[in-house]
């Protein structure tokens, strides 16, 4: 088995003002996927769907009073309703194709507590996948049992780190904007070398350069996730989605161009 996660800057277009799907991106990735020939369970990110709601209503901040309270709930079903758009587009596409995506919804089965899940019964999971569909979650408001914050924005990362050490894949496989971790920004060091196997080991010099912690502050922070299931014994690569071809590599089973994270 095998998880993959697409990123929502690959599906929609990110820092558009509304919900803004990419759609030629969306196309090409849904034909990558449909070559699949393991159990696979995906997991995307929200892109423009979730994030221009979750910061309108600052989800996940402290409650100052409850007339924030009454906001941050019509917030949070906001951005609710929308990623499940988002989400319900991604399966249909993935369905014409032949893939039997079901779309599953965080908010109805995963709470946080301080924004770490803290309850997720994973029992539905596991049977769509001994049924042979491909169980398809995202990022998505949660409701938080610290009463201070009451809600929180449940990233994409965080449920596939819980799912792999629970569940226990072959493989997970992150798809990203760039090649992988590399020595310095390879978006602005055109010397910056591709890093093909990080371990706890490995040293990981971040630079303080401000156009860099986009791409490795947010890097970083996935490595450290990644390196989390290495202990368990779980290998994970980041692969580059906007090269045509890698993810139907990876979801065959091939050999891709990117970082393993062991
Ligand atoms: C964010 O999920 C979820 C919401 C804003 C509701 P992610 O953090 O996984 O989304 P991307 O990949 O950054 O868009």
């Known amino acids: 088995m095998i998880i993959l996660k697409i990123g929502g800057s690959a599906l929609t277009i990110k820092d558009a003002n509304k919900p803004t799907i990419d759609e030629i991106n969306l196309d090409r990735i849904v034909k990558e996927i449909s070559v699949y020939n393991q159990d696979m ?13 979750a ?15 009454t906001a941050k709930i019509e917030g ?9 758009l988002l989400n319900n587009i991604f399966c249909s596409k993935l369905q014409e194709l032949g893939v039997p995506a079901i779309g599953l919804q965080a908010s109805s089965f995963i709470t946080t507590l301080d924004k770490r899940i803290d309850n997720c019964n994973l029992d539905v999971i596991k049977e769509y996948l001994k049924k042979g569909f491909v169980p398809v979650l995202y990022g998505d408001p949660v409701l938080d049992h610290n009463d201070e914050i009451k809600y929180a924005i449940l990233s994409g990362d965080q449920i596939i780190t819980y799912l ?24 602005t060091n055109p010397n910056a070398k591709l890093i093909d196997i990080v371990t706890k080991d490995t040293k990981l010099s971040l630079t303080d350069d401000k156009n860099q912690a986009d791409i490795t502050g947010g890097m970083a922070g996935k490595v450290n996730e990644l390196l989390n299931l290495a202990k368990y014994g779980i290998e994970s690569q980041i692969i580059n ?22």
Do not use: R, W
């Not at 990110?45 to 709601?53: K, T």
């Not at 910061?55 to 309270?69: H, L, Q």
């Not at 949070?76 to 499940?84: A, D, E, H, L, P």
């Not at 792999?164 to 978006?187: C, F, H, M, Q, R």
């Open 41 to 53: 369970i995906i997991v995307h990110g929200a892109g423009s769907y979730g994030h221009i709601y």
């Open 55 to 69: 910061t309108e209503y600052s989800i996940g901040s402290k409650i100052e009073n409850e007339e924030d309270n």
């Open 76 to 84: 949070f079903c906001k951005t609710q309703s929308s990623v499940q």
């Open 164 to 187: 792999a050490e629970k569940l226990n894949p072959n493989k997970v496989i992150l798809s990203s904007d760039v090649d992988g971790i590399y020595t310095d920004n390879p978006k």
């Open 241 to 262: 989605a906007e090269k045509p071809g890698n993810i139907e590599l990876a979801v065959s089973g091939q050999k891709v161009k990117g970082t393993i994270i062991k």
